[in-house]
Each structure stands twice: as structure tokens, then as C-alpha cells.
């Protein structure tokens, strides 16, 4: 029997495609928090002991990264140690002359876990963390110097987030709070004190953001007044904001 040196904890929601059959439900893997991006992968490089400084290290992933992605869109197929990437075309084609139409047809890629990643996936166990609480959503913001609902936003104002089981909660954790995402990642949490903090209405000061499309997130525990649970979820609202 081998050892388990991992753990992904799972939700279990309902299966929605199996309507005739009652509790029977699949398993959502909560990955709250667990992005790694190139930044934190030269960090744990650096932290095994290697001599190279952080930014180098860096630049050498984003190299790789790079270089990986323009081979694919020439023709090649990639093999790392995590995944093997490879060139496909959709569709369907009707005639052995018929040329290639984006109407028709989809470039896109194929991508299977390595080798390497299959053997570290043996050493995956899973813990269930309960049912999952799809009643928990954000409805419609609100900013509040001009009154729009329309998605725009304004920097250094507040906003008005409605919705259910919202509230930030608990208040000043690591990881919990209202959350805005930019296009290329880069998360920005509020910190300015929550004017508002209910399970059906959030009100939150708007950081100064730069010029651009954000998506608003809100990571708590919250689950009722006098419940928390285990584990973060995360709350994204559907509609994206834009700060002018």
C-alpha cells in the first residue's frame, strides 16, 4: 500500500446530470489560495538552496515558458516533467481539399499529465470536507458614487455587494477578504475597514486601482451565524468591473 505524502481536500456537490437519482454526488476540489505562479515557484527554488538570485531565476521560467509556448504554435508537441502538451485543430472537415475555416474550426492544444506527474498522483490522498453550499453568490454591485450597476467602478470609492453568505468572515485572517483580480492575475485586497459586513450585503472601499478590468472575488468561511467552515470558499462575482 503506498503512503500518502498529499492531500487535496474535496467538496461534495450534487450531481446535477443524474437528476433521477437522488444523493449521488461528485467531488470539487477546493483550491482556495493555491495558485502557483512562476514567482512563487523561483521563491521555493531559491529556498532549496539554490545560489542563483530570485529575479534570475525568474526570468529563466518565463524564458522556458516562452519559448514552450511559441514551439507549440510552430507544430511541436512539449513534454515537461508536468504535463505533455500537444497541437490539435477541431472540427470537422468535408472534402480532403477543404481548407481551414475559423468558422468551422478551433486551434487549440491537448495537454495530458507527464510521466512524472502520474507517478507524484499516486501519492495523492483525498479528504472530504462535507457538502458544499451552492447558496453562496454575489448578485449585483453597486457603486456607490455614482449609483451604476453596470460594471464600472470607481477607485478609492466604495461599493455595494449584494448577494448571500457573503459576509467576510473571520475579519482579519490571512486570505479572507473582498478580492479584486486583475486581467493578468494580480489579486489587490481591501483594506480598508468593511463599512458593511452582512451575509446578504457587503460594502467595501475600492483600493486605487489602476485603469482597467477587474474580477471582484470574495474568499470567507462564513456559512451561517453561528457556523464556519472548515475551509475558505471563494465567491466571484459573474460580471466583470472596470475601473476608467
Known amino acids: 500500500m503506498s503512503t500518502k505524502r498529499f492531500f487535496w481536500k474535496v467538496w461534495l456537490r450534487l450531481n446535477l446530470l443524474t437528476k433521477d437519482v437522488e444523493n449521488d454526488y ?25 545560489e542563483w538570485q530570485i529575479e534570475s531565476i525568474l526570468d529563466l521560467l518565463n524564458r522556458a515558458d516562452r519559448i514552450r509556448r511559441h ?15 500537444s497541437p490539435r485543430v477541431l472540427g470537422n472537415w468535408i472534402g ?8 468551422a474550426h478551433k486551434i487549440t492544444c491537448d ?14 490522498g483525498v479528504e472530504v470536507l462535507g457538502i458544499k453550499d451552492s447558496g453562496a453568490f454575489i448578485g449585483l454591485v453597486t457603486d456607490a458614487a ?7 467602478i470607481t477607485a478609492n470609492d466604495d461599493i455595494i455587494i449584494e448577494g448571500d453568505k457573503i459576509k467576510v468572515a473571520p475579519d482579519g485572517e490571512d486570505g479572507i477578504g473582498v478580492f479584486f483580480v486583475a486581467e493578468g492575475g494580480t489579486e489587490t485586497v481591501v483594506t480598508h475597514r468593511l463599512l458593511q459586513n452582512d451575509p446578504k450585503k457587503v460594502m467595501a472601499r475600492v483600493p486605487a486601482l489602476a485603469a482597467g478590468t477587474y474580477t471582484l472575488k470574495i474568499v470567507t468561511k462564513f456559512s451561517n451565524n453561528s457556523t464556519l467552515l472548515k475551509e475558505p470558499r471563494s465567491i466571484t462575482y459573474g460580471q466583470a468591473l472596470v475601473v476608467a
Open 146 to 152: 455614482t449609483g451604476k450597476t453596470d460594471g464600472t
Open 96 to 103: 480532403a481539399s477543404s481548407a481551414y475555416d475559423p468558422a
Open 111 to 124: 495537454m495530458s499529465p507527464a510521466a512524472e506527474l502520474r507517478a507524484n498522483l499516486e501519492e495523492v
Open 71 to 85: 514551439r507549440v504554435c510552430e507544430g511541436y508537441s512539449v513534454l515537461t516533467g508536468l504535463c505533455h502538451v
Open 26 to 50: 461528485i467531488a470539487e476540489v477546493s483550491t482556495v489560495g493555491k495558485t502557483l505562479r512562476n514567482e512563487d515557484v523561483a521563491a521555493a527554488i531559491k529556498e532549496e538552496g539554490a
